[in-house]
């Protein structure tokens, strides 16, 4: 029985042939710590880093690639933020469609005195702008915000969520950890601050990636501190990017396999991918054909989403589904809270969760057919 | 000799050198200016005018003023531009 991989939005698989090839070069035949020396391995490995920073400011339409910092995952990227920004006595407004590595911080820095306000999306899993500017206190000093849900692939109108906050003063973190790649982001257009990502999911490089973007890095601190082969006389951490937040060595292989990804959706075009999502998401549900023993979570089909897809099955708990679609039609989904337990609670399925589908560009419409088709079996106890 | 190879310009000479804090900008005042279609080598960083990062970046001396402002609309942060010609 062949494996169809439907979990696109914890990892994507598979990557870009470049991406292993670049890896294992970076292996092979680069070595070298960048930064650290003036030789030749050195220089290349840095190189390879630089390039990978400028690719992805090219992606987001950062001017400086300084500004894009190498983190090894977007949970890493939003603890920098959250713990190198907010101070006992802050307020933070965040959403309830928030993962856990937005979630668990927070309820860490609640403990240690700062005051945190939910905004609760709708059942839909949108979360309403309106809402936010409704919510938003005197004393807010930041909004964190998820771009697009997790659960239920929805999209946040994140750009009028950031002109909200901009006109507040209140600075912006955006989760794009299932966004970037997936949908296009201009961050010369996108009022953010702070822009959160995973390397190894829509951005198609390997695990162990991911990065922060840092439109101003004067009063953020840094979470790690050690060496950055910069001002090595020094004792005290370097204040400029990238140095600020890179402490001890990067992981290069990994960072030269994110550039491959990163070059293959420059060629391919984020907005093409997006549109592509789109499409597949469409034949999965034309395919369900609207069955009332399927019910399909995330809002009406005319709301963005990215290539995510939450759904149940009448009768059966999402845990036997994933079970059944993966020992009877070896196809890959993941079931559960999807470590977002509070996004399940706002559209009505916690504690048992959802199946959770995830495409991405190498998926094909088939493949959507054939998920649908499966799940229409177990619907029937067939 | 010379009279026949009438393509070989002269090399020109990097006698200037900027040095950086860090080598993320040394590294992208290469890519930058090479970009722009200087010619700019990066070596290690003489001690002697920067006890910073590891590498520098010489130049052709008399373009100094075109490449401060590339590196300035380029965020690239440096040390330093030095006149600094090999020994």
């Known amino acids: 029985m062949s494996v169809l991989y439907l979990d696109n939005a914890a990892t994507s698989w598979p990557k870009p042939p470049s991406v292993p090839r670049a890896m294992s070069g970076a292996v092979r035949h680069g070595g070298g710590n960048p930064g650290r020396s003036g030789h030749t391995k050195s220089i290349q490995a840095g190189r390879t880093v630089l390039g990978a920073r400028e690719l992805l400011a090219e992606l987001f339409h950062v001017h400086d690639p300084s500004h894009i910092v190498f983190t090894k995952n977007a949970t890493e990227a939003l603890n920098i933020v959250l713990f190198g920004l ?136 840094p979470l790690t501190r050690g060496g950055t082969g910069s001002l090595s006389d020094r004792e005290d951490q370097p204040e400029f990017l990238p ?78 589904a994933g079970e059944a679609l993966e020992k009877r039609f070896g196809i890959l989904t993941r079931i559960g809270l999807h470590c977002a337990p509070r996004a399940h609670r706002t559209i009505g399925t916690f504690p048992d969760g959802t199946v959770r589908l995830g495409w991405g560009p190498f998926t094909r419409e088939r493949d959507m057919v054939k998920a649908a088709r499966a799940i229409l079996a177990l619907a029937g106890g067939k | 000799m010379s009279l026949f190879r009438r393509d070989a310009a002269p090399k020109e000479k990097l006698e200037g050198v900027v040095t950086f804090f860090g080598s993320h900008h040394a590294l992208r005042a290469e890519s930058v200016l090479k970009k722009a279609g200087h010619a700019v080598r990066l070596v290690p960083g003489p001690r002697e005018i920067s006890p910073n990062c590891g590498v520098a970046l010489r130049f052709v001396q008399e373009r100094k003023g075109e490449i401060a402002d590339l590196l300035k609309q380029s965020s690239v942060q440096y040390e330093g531009i030095h006149h600094y010609p090999e020994k």
């Open chain 1, 86 to 221: 907010l101070r006992p006595g802050d307020r933070v407004l965040t959403t309830s469609m928030e993962h856990n590595s937005v979630l668990r911080p927070l309820a860490a820095l609640t403990g240690a005195g700062v005051v945190v306000d939910f905004v609760e999306a709708g059942t839909d899993g949108l979360v309403s702008p309106d809402e936010v500017a409704a919510r938003l206190g005197a004393g807010t000093r930041l909004a964190v915000v998820t771009h697009a849900s997790n659960v239920t692939g929805t999209v946040n109108d994140i750009t009028a969520i950031g002109a909200i906050c901009r006109a507040r003063g209140v600075r912006l973190l955006v989760d794009a950890a299932q966004s970037a790649g997936c949908i296009p982001i201009d961050l010369e257009l996108l009022p953010a601050d702070y822009l959160a990502f995973s390397g190894h999911k829509g951005l198609l490089g390997p695990q162990g990636t991911g990065g922060l973007f840092v439109r101003q890095e004067a009063d953020l601190a």
């Open chain 1, 243 to 320: 140095d600020r937040f890179e402490s001890g060595t990067l992981n290069v292989p990994g960072i030269a396999g994110l550039a491959a990804g990163a070059s293959y959706l420059l060629k391919r075009g984020v907005e093409s991918v997006a549109a592509y999502d789109r499409r597949l998401r469409s034949a999965f549900l034309a395919a369900l054909a609207g069955d009332p023993r399927v019910k399909v979570f995330g809002g009406a089909e005319s709301i963005p989403h990215t290539g995510v897809v939450s759904i149940r099955i009448d009768g059966i708990s999402p845990s036997t």
